[in-house]
């Protein structure tokens, strides 16, 4: 594997300088950018457009002790209940006191959430023990607190942002990371030299053929980070959401747990509702446990999907409460109000990634991350529903903060001139990325799915490190073969923990080891890059 992706050399590319560096536009690298002191200077690379982001899919809601009726040990007990022992109680406890001073942060930027006469309106999702998820514009939740934020960073004269831009790796010097290589189709590639730098990047669900995640989600901050000399941690722990829009031509659309929390039943093909079988909670189960009862009653029945029934409710309420699903419905013949949804699990949360401390530090100086590309003991083996945007705010803002205070306390002098990457010798038999990236999706769904086994995840391995061989070696000069690169990077790590995981752990399922081994491994799967 190259140490940096791609050629380069200080006297043939621009140089651009900063303060603080935000990789990645979701609420998390948001929120870290605002953190920064005003006085400092912030730039925010992002691949695709400021708006395009795991975050602004969301649709549930964002969690926090918002009532009277609710109380903060509450919400930790649930956190801690739904992700099991790997939670670290301390970044448990940090979310959940400080999430609700956050999300009235919010709405004081001009969030817009639902509200019942003057209070907020909450609902209930999976393994919550009552209603604390406050949600806007119905199922839009992501969208609003997006628009919200962004219109605060617009008006942040410290901050600049570059769209469409990749980052194609870190640059580290001394054992320190002192910025970022990117590339974009005006300026080619750019060195930038930063003080500090954050990565806010997301997740990697476009490593499977069923996702809920947008096509930018590809695990390229844990890529470049691990390829950088930085920690990762806990990769075998993706979370399957239970309820994806199954439909043959159709791209695999969310269905919220909160439809579940409105009342909303799981049946199979028969028409049987079938979770109250597989665990008391029924369809608010964990999503663990929701997933794999589907899987399972998926191969009961010999059908390719179960079904959302939403039928017995209230019918304006429903409509109204979740309009942007009944739209996607309806682009497919589904009255939501009459017709039942198909659906199946999809890949849709990264548990594990760059291992930091409860300040957003990594393993590597001079670099910080919040949100999905992290593994910070918040999550356990299970994340659970709605802690995520929290998650962003609370650890974007302590990141931001703690990098701006490293940085204003930086003088402003940068090794521009000691990098460099050499061009290796070119392959000229090309390659065809598209069918490569497909293979890579489909074997990752079936082998690394809801359920692994020893045979599968060993058949997949071995496929994975063929297509290595003669992919990460290569020198591309586009995104389609950095993403393919960062792809197999994760993919293979990701392979390599589960097979080590020879136990059944929240998402983390091996049905050749069904038990949970607390004595031998109640402990954290780690890599490190030797660079």
């Known amino acids: 594997m190259l140490r940096y992706l791609v050629p380069f050399h200080p006297k043939r590319v621009p140089h651009f300088f900063t303060d603080v560096l935000v990789v990645g536009s979701g609420l998390a690298g948001l929120r870290s950018a605002l953190a920064v002191d005003p006085e400092l200077s912030v730039l925010i690379i992002t691949k695709d457009s400021l708006r395009e982001s795991n975050s602004a899919y969301a649709q549930g809601g964002i969690a926090g002790v918002l009532t009277p009726e609710d109380c903060f040990e509450d919400h930790v007990a649930d956190t801690l209940q739904a992700g099991g022992p790997l939670c670290d109680r301390k970044v448990v406890e940090r979310l ?31 393994a919550h023990g009552c209603r604390r998820i406050a949600h806007a514009l119905g199922d839009a939740t992501g969208k609003e607190i997006i628009r919200a934020v962004i219109t605060q960073v617009n008006v942040s004269a410290h901050i600049d942002i570059w769209e469409n831009t990749f980052t194609v790796d870190l640059l580290t010097l001394d054992g320190v990371c002192r910025g970022a290589l990117v590339w974009n189709r005006q300026h080619g590639k750019t060195m930038i030299w930063a003080k500090q730098t954050i990565l806010c990047t997301g997740g990697a669900g476009q490593l499977y053929r069923e996702t809920t995640n947008p096509d930018v989600a590809t695990g390229d901050g844990m890529a470049i980070g691990y390829r950088a000399g930085a920690e990762l941690r806990d990769l075998e722990f993706m979370q399957f959401h239970p309820t994806v829009l199954y439909i043959a031509g159709g791209s695999r659309n969310l269905i919220s747990e909160a439809t579940r929390g409105e009342g909303a039943h799981l049946v199979d093909r028969n028409g049987h509702r079938f979770m109250p079988d597989y665990d008391p909670r029924a369809e608010l189960a964990p999503r663990d446990v929701v997933s794999n009862a589907i899987v399972s009653q998926m191969e009961l029945t010999r059908h390719p999907n179960v079904y959302l029934d939403l039928t017995h409710l209230e019918a304006e309420k429903i409509r109204e409460r979740f309009p942007g699903i009944a739209a996607i419905c309806a682009e497919f013949d589904l009255d939501i109000t009459q017709d039942r949804i198909p659906v199946r699990p999809g890949a849709h949360y990264m548990m594990g990634g760059l291992t930091v401390d409860t300040e ?53 002098s940068f090794c521009a001139l000691m990098l460099e990457s ?107 890059c030797e660079v």
Not at 374 to 389: F, K
Not at 400 to 409: D, F, N, P, R
Request: hydrophobic share 40%; proline share 3%.
């Open 96 to 126: 959940v006191y400080e999430a609700p001073k956050r999300i009235h942060e919010l709405i004081d930027w001009g969030a817009r959430f639902d509200r019942v006469g003057d209070r907020l309106a909450l609902t209930r999702e999976g």
């Open 360 to 412: 957003g530090r990594t393993t590597l100086p001079g670099l910080w991350a919040a949100g999905e590309v992290t593994a910070s003991g918040l999550h356990g083996a299970n994340r659970l529903a709605s802690n995520s945007l929290s998650e962003a705010l609370v650890f974007g803002a302590h990141a931001g903060k703690e990098a701006s205070q490293a940085a204003a306390g930086q003088h402003d």
């Open 422 to 528: 050499p061009r290796v010798e070119s392959v000229s038999e090309p390659l065809n990325l598209a069918d490569i990236r497909n293979s890579l999706k489909s074997l990752m769904w079936r082998s690394v799915g809801v359920r692994r086994d020893a045979e599968g995840l060993s058949e997949a391995l071995e496929n994975i490190n063929r297509w290595c061989r003669y992919v990460l070696g290569r020198q591309f000069c586009d995104p389609g073969g950095w993403e393919l690169q960062n792809m197999l990077c994760i993919a293979r790590l990701m392979i390599e923990a589960a097979l080590a995981r020879q136990e059944t752990r929240g998402a983390h399922v091996r049905t050749d080891f069904p038990k949970t081994d607390h004595k031998h491994l109640n402990r954290h799967t780690t890599f490190v």
